[in-house]
């Protein structure tokens, strides 16, 4: 009797320790669900009492891998890019990697719109994804804002903004995303009192490469902060001048390299 028990005892713990050594997939049962590709990582499990690393239940906002299947993220802050803007961006995941979000951009003198869709897949410690939006602006600077004037001008056009993004976990609860996005206008007019000025064709207005981490201690809501890298045209959008330069032409084609900032908070 007593070596049957030491018997059943031996099995019992070689078996465990092949678990053990073989990890959480080996514990899986035959036949087991797989993530679908470009789907947000699933939860960690717990290794001898220490939680790996794992990512939000309700995903993250600027990260490729974004919210995951019907879950979403709504964003309030702001961005510089050549004057501070109030931002306010959402973001639904679709499933199979996909995604669709819009953002407002505002500071009154000028609003923007962009709508779009995010596709990205896990490649190793990455997720890589390409992103396409498409919007509009509209701008407004006359006696409505500044009484003193004695003229109004008001701007609009159309925006496409393809790009790419890059991003991984570099802590337990921060993620670091790179994002290249290009600039085009295929129609931009600006009116300056009774004068209506058009740009006549399709304009490449230039790119612009951000950096940004979010940190997310609790996993549930998060913070976003970054630093962006703009080459753009002196006056993007028409009516924006970058330079502030009463001598710049209507529509320059020459660019410029500035910085913007971005930060806000995902509920």
């Given at each position: ?62 990260h490729p891998a ?105 802590a337990r609860d ?25 740009a006549g064709s ?66």
């Open positions: 009797m007593d070596r049957t028990r030491a018997s059943v005892r031996g099995g019992t713990a070689g078996t465990l320790l092949l678990v053990a050594l073989a990890g959480p997939a080996a514990a899986a049962p035959p036949g087991a669900p797989k993530a679908a590709p470009g789907a947000a990582p699933a939860a960690a499990v717990k290794v001898d009492g220490d939680e790996e690393w794992k990512f939000p239940e309700q995903g993250l906002l600027v974004g919210p995951g299947k019907g879950k979403d993220r709504l964003a309030l802050g702001g961005v510089w890019q050549v004057a501070p803007m109030f931002t306010a961006h959402y973001r639904r995941g679709l499933g199979a990697g996909f995604s669709w979000d819009g953002e407002l951009r505002t500071v009154l003198v000028y609003n923007q719109l962009t709508v779009g869709a995010t596709w990205a897949t896990e490649v190793g410690p990455f997720h890589l994804g390409v992103m396409a939006h498409a919007g509009g602006f509209y701008g407004l600077l006359g006696k409505a804002l500044i009484a003193t004037t004695e003229f109004n001008s008001t701007g609009w056009g159309i925006l496409l903004n393809p790009g790419l993004l890059a991003g991984m976990q570099v921060s993620w670091l995303t790179l994002q290249l996005e290009g600039f085009f206008s295929p129609y931009q007019a600006s009116k300056l009192g009774d004068l209506v000025i058009t399709p304009i490449w207005e230039g790119a612009g490469a951000s950096l940004v981490v979010e940190y997310a201690p609790t996993m549930k809501s998060a913070i976003y902060y970054g630093i962006s890298l703009y080459h753009t045209r002196t006056n993007f959008p028409i009516w924006f001048n970058v330079e502030a330069s009463p001598s710049s032409a209507p529509f320059s084609s020459a660019k410029i390299w500035y910085l913007g900032y971005l930060a806000g908070y995902e509920f």
